[in-house]
């Protein structure tokens, strides 16, 4: 294929004209929930959301949110004296969590899973009780999967995992793997399975604190993911994993230098570091795209996108119309919308000690000018955009609705004829 500038530019005139052009669902800002609050976890589109308050009397309630219909406290009913929401399925319209029975002895809970705004004393409800401790970490994006810790009396006092499927009462505990060194199974956060729980991802470790990035399918049988060409030593964690099932996010230890780290199609996976190589670099959260995550470096939480690399995540919502309040730190970030626009986490404020959960509504984009990644943005973007897009590869479509159409093609040529991303 061969395209002059001239031709692609009243291409993408044409496509402008003809087709519906982006818009965000939502302005920019940063909101607050609750004061005392945390957020664990958001709906695909960035609008909902589930999380936990505590009242003036000390009280903590678990809670889901809208854009547009505010907080909505979830009933725990008679008999429980703890609750906890942690997963959201991509529509909003299904949570899952952990209770805890005021008769029980477990520390941490039971699983739950249960309607978005529902009542925890509802008859029927959907909840795990058994002679181990379930701990609830997310919900598959279809509502159908619950996936998280439990704990065992053996293997070193380490941690194994879980997949609940409520409908049926299915639970298949995920293979530690032995023959490599999982001793135990360590599930980070709320984005740890694609949209249908086919995949899970997490790190395995050994009683010398060795580890090793992994994924499960739905059935519990699990595979390590490669580690990086040219290298042969295996110290990788793998964090969260983009609702299509596509990028895993995690870290990848060399030669005493911890990097970030991408897995795609779970093929060996790309390096790069957040800051300076004597500080522990690693993404925790990935969008759909690839083009953004959520990362750490040392001890400062950083955003990263493909267009500018590694930015301050505080300076990042600054400049992207979600400004953090004045005065708190950044204490964790918890979850991600599934294009990148959204991000949701908590804070945290000294003297007195206070924690405030956020959700930063962004005017971010990702830019795809630079379709294969070379570093300039010419012919060779469009003949790759168009091979990508006429065969209906997954590449091709990058306004991510499920199809390679004329969609996707206006979109690439808002940004390839801008000749770059400037800001994204």
């Not at 219909?69 to 949570?95: F, N, P, T």
């Not at 309607?115 to 701990?135: K, Q």
Request: net charge negative; glycine share 14%; proline share 4%.
């Amino acid at each position: 294929m061969n395209y002059s500038r001239r031709n692609l530019s009243q291409l993408s005139v044409f496509l402008a004209a003809t087709l519906n052009t982006l818009a965000l669902a939502q302005p920019a800002g940063c909101v607050i929930v609750e004061q005392n609050s945390a957020i664990y976890s958001l709906s695909a589109d960035g609008l909902r959301a589930v999380g936990a308050w505590r009242d003036a009397d000390g009280i903590t309630k678990v809670f889901t949110w809208g854009w547009g219909e505010g907080r909505c406290d979830q009933a725990w009913g008679e008999g429980l004296e703890w609750a906890v929401l942690v997963g959201m399925s991509a529509d909003g319209s299904v949570v899952a969590g952990n209770v805890l029975p005021d008769d029980s002895q477990v520390n941490d809970g039971y699983a739950w899973h249960g309607e978005a705004c529902g009542d925890m004393r509802t008859p029927g409800l959907d909840w795990l009780p058994g002679p181990r401790n379930f701990i609830t970490k997310g919900l598959s994006g279809d509502g159908l999967t619950v996936y998280g810790k439990i704990s065992h009396s053996g293997l070193n006092g380490g941690l194994g995992a879980f997949l609940w499927r409520p409908g049926t009462g299915e639970v298949v505990e995920l293979d530690l793997m032995p023959q490599y060194w999982g001793e135990s199974i360590t599930l980070l956060g709320s984005m740890n399975s694609d949209y249908a729980g086919e995949i899970i991802v997490g790190t395995l470790y050994d009683s010398t604190f060795f580890t090793s990035a992994a994924v499960w399918d739905r059935m519990g049988t699990g595979r390590l993911l490669p580690i990086a060409i040219g290298y042969s030593l295996n110290i990788t964690a793998a964090h969260g994993i983009s609702r299509n099932g596509r990028y895993i996010a995690g870290a990848h230890g060399v030669s005493g230098t911890t990097y970030a780290t991408i897995w795609k199609d779970e093929q060996p996976p790309e390096l790069f570091l957040l800051g300076s190589p004597t500080e522990y670099s690693g993404l925790t959260l990935i969008a759909d795209h690839g083009r953004m995550g959520i990362g750490w470096h040392g001890q400062q939480a950083v955003a990263w996108t493909r267009e500018n690399g590694p930015e301050n995540l505080v300076t990042y919502l600054a400049r992207h119309g979600a400004p953090l309040p004045e005065g708190w730190n950044v204490l964790n970030v918890t979850s991600i919308s599934a294009d990148g626009s959204v991000i949701a986490g908590n804070l945290r404020r000294s003297n007195p000690t206070r924690f405030l959960g956020f959700i930063a509504y962004t005017n971010y984009q990702p830019c795809f000018a630079d379709f294969n990644n070379d570093g300039g943005v010419d012919g060779r973007d469009v003949e790759d955009f168009f091979l990508a897009w006429e065969s209906g590869d997954l590449d091709g479509d990058i306004n991510q609705d499920g199809g390679t159409d004329g969609g996707d093609v206006e979109r690439f040529f808002i940004d390839w004829e801008a000749g770059g991303c400037g800001d994204s």
